[in-house]
């Protein structure tokens, strides 16, 4: 489980299945979720700017970043919209 993996580490870590979040989205909110089609467009609709960042690994060690607003609002720690 996640908490078994994390158990370690000095802060509250959430897991959350971002590919599933269309079908309670409309119970919750009052308005239909639409599913997202990639990982990418998950990210794209994040609630701040600096929380649309994604790291992924490959099976040979290749990491590639997704951060379509860039970095500096996550290293200046300023949490702003995101406007999508």
């Not at 909110?29 to 998950?42: L, M, N, W, Y």
């Not at 609002?73 to 919209?81: A, H, S, T």
Request: glycine share 8%; aromatic share 12%; charged share 20%.
């Amino acid at each position: 489980s996640a908490a078994e993996l994390f158990a370690d580490v000095d802060a509250d870590v959430e897991v959350r299945n971002e590919a599933r979040v269309h079908l309670w989205y409309e119970q919750h909110f009052g308005i239909p979720g639409v599913p997202f089609t990639s990982c990418c467009d998950a990210i794209d609709h994040f609630a701040s700017t600096t929380c649309c960042f994604g790291i992924t690994k490959s099976a040979g060690g290749t990491v590639d970043v997704y951060a379509p607003h860039g970095y500096d609002d996550l290293f200046d720690m300023i949490v702003r919209p995101n406007p999508v």
